[in-house]
């Protein structure tokens, strides 16, 4: 499904995210990639998010060329693409289900289909009876929810999860992980980086840890060293 | 259906936008509002300037006066000549007591131009020819033709006043028409600076919809709306003030300016053309205006 081969990131201040990066990410694989703060992590999931561009080599996401995609057509690639971000990007002025409605709005879907949809997504992630909530009546964890419910609102077949579980207590933590792990089971890829090791369980999920800006250690058996 | 349910959206979006910065929406509509009422008194300015010239030109004509005592077969021979002559548009013959009598209806009408006329007059009347050109410009040649007449005594020539007027009235109008291109240029920034403030305060939100997906056509259409409600807005007052001060002004000065020589433009056709031209002006400079601030985001990396 994500296809790197010889990928580096450099950035204008002459930081190198990613150096030479060789990898494969099969469709339906459950990935966490771990690794110290500064090592690369953002990099990674920001180049498949076509958050941030490549600035060598080559980037195959559902086997189309992304490496030097124009801004102006990355939004078709971006619709089947979920993000979880770890502060949750919620808009605070809109209620949860505003905020769901906006990304089915944003890919120009019809009033009718988004209230469908949204609701049902909604519903998805335990979080029916705050619809009309805004973010600051809510907790971490829901808070979390109603981004996985943008996140997979346009039903993409890739989820990326940047530290998702970063600003929550472990038995949140794990809500979240165990909403993630279903959403695999129902066929979707999910790429988590993570902080939280206790939350990468033992089976089978790959690990793939990197430092500096390179994979250090890729095991598909979920063993990982604490 | 679909794409009407789209555009709600972004009329809403755009609307929001407005309201979410009214200072700096306000800002905006209030200079399109200056620029836009200065260039309508151009307009009106230019129309009337134009119907003046016209009017001038179309009375201007050469008097050329016959010698004491000429016979009618010289003066038969002079006309027959000016009759022929490629510069000459009409030409008209006043004998002295017709010339007389012209005069006192003049004076007994309580005409504004006979104390000009006066002044340039000679006792005893002359015969005279009142000679049109067949423009302005052609003045000079057809007076220098008709002074070589044999019975001819004098011609006297208002060319040099009329071009006076025509040269200030087109210095006036090039002066106008650079400052109005001036405003009109600090306009279109101020309403892109509003657009790219509203577009800077909503980043978060605009780098989410890129995220989910969506285009920059969808993202940035809002904006173009905001530009555009400006734009309307902005044209509103300029639109009432063509159409109601013109005519105010029309009515209180009777439909002359000045002296009766100078008419007013008819408001009938004018204040609806130059209040039409507004509203597109208007709607075209905050386009530009938005589009530009929206092209600068969308370029960005």
Redesign the interface.
């Known amino acids: 499904m994500i296809e790197f081969t010889n990928v580096s990131k450099r950035y204008p201040n002459g930081v190198t995210g990613i150096h030479n990066l060789n990898l494969n990410i099969n469709k339906g694989e459950f990935v966490f990639v771990i690794g110290p703060s500064g090592a690369g992590k953002s990099s990674f999931l920001k180049m498949i998010?076509l958050?941030e561009?490549v600035s060598a080599g080559e980037l195959k996401i559902a086997n189309n060329d992304v490496t030097s995609i124009s801004?102006?057509k990355?939004?078709?690639h971006?619709?089947k693409i979920?993000?979880v971000f770890q502060d949750f990007?919620l808009?605070p002025k809109l209620t949860v289900y505003q905020n769901v409605a906006?990304?089915l709005?944003?890919?120009?879907l019809?009033?009718k289909e988004v209230r469908k949809k949204a609701m049902k997504v909604i519903y998805l992630v335990g979080l029916g009876n705050k619809v009309l909530s805004y973010p600051n009546q809510l907790s971490g964890g829901e808070q979390q929810r109603v981004s996985i419910a943008?996140?997979i609102?346009?039903n993409p077949d890739l989820i990326i999860a940047d530290e998702p579980t970063g600003n929550l207590d472990p038995e949140n933590s794990f809500q979240i992980l165990s909403i993630l792990k279903k959403l695999n089971e129902e066929g979707k890829t999910i790429i988590m980086a993570t902080h939280n090791y206790d939350l990468i369980f033992d089976n089978g999920c790959r690990v793939i840890r990197i430092d500096k800006g390179a994979v250090v250690q890729d095991e598909v058996m979920g063993y990982h060293e604490v | 259906m679909k794409s009407k349910g789209r555009f709600l959206i972004y009329a809403r979006d755009g609307f929001k936008n407005v309201c979410n910065h009214i200072f700096m929406s306000f800002s905006s509509v209030l200079t399109l509002i200056i620029t836009l009422s200065l260039c309508a008194v151009f307009l009106m300015f230019v129309s009337n300037t134009n119907q003046f010239t016209r009017d001038i030109e179309s009375q201007v004509a050469l008097r050329v006066e016959f010698h004491i005592g000429v016979s009618d077969a010289e003066i038969e021979a002079a006309l027959a000549e000016v009759s022929v002559h490629p510069l000459v548009g009409e030409y008209e013959f006043r004998n002295r007591y017709e010339e007389h009598a012209r005069i006192a209806e003049m004076i007994a009408d309580g005409d504004d131009r006979i104390e000009v006329f006066l002044a340039d007059i000679e006792a005893p009347l002359h015969d005279v020819i009142r000679v049109e050109a067949i423009d302005i410009y052609s003045l000079d040649e057809l007076s220098e033709f008709i002074l070589n007449l044999e019975p001819i005594y004098r011609v006297s020539d208002p060319s040099e006043a009329s071009e006076a007027i025509s040269a200030t009235t087109t210095a006036i109008r090039n002066v106008m028409m650079v400052f109005i291109v001036v405003l009109l240029v600090l306009a279109v920034f101020l309403i892109q600076n509003t657009i790219r403030v509203t577009i800077y305060s909503r980043q978060e939100e605009l780098s989410i919809m890129r995220l989910v997906g969506g285009s920059i056509g969808h993202i940035t259409f809002p904006f173009v709306i905001e530009g555009l409600i400006i734009g309307v807005i902005g044209a509103i007052v300029p639109i009432a003030f063509t159409l109601v001060g013109y005519r105010i002004m029309f009515n209180t000065t009777g439909g002359t300016f000045a002296i009766n020589l100078f008419q007013l433009v008819e408001p009938a056709r004018l204040v609806y053309q130059v209040g039409f031209l507004m509203g597109i002006i208007s709607i075209s400079v905050s386009l530009v205006g938005s589009l530009v601030a929206v092209a600068k985001y969308a370029l960005k990396d």
Do not use: I, M
């Open positions: 998010s958050q561009k801004k102006f990355s939004h078709l971006r619709r979920g993000v990007k808009l906006f990304a709005e944003a890919v120009g019809p009033a943008r996140a609102a346009n």
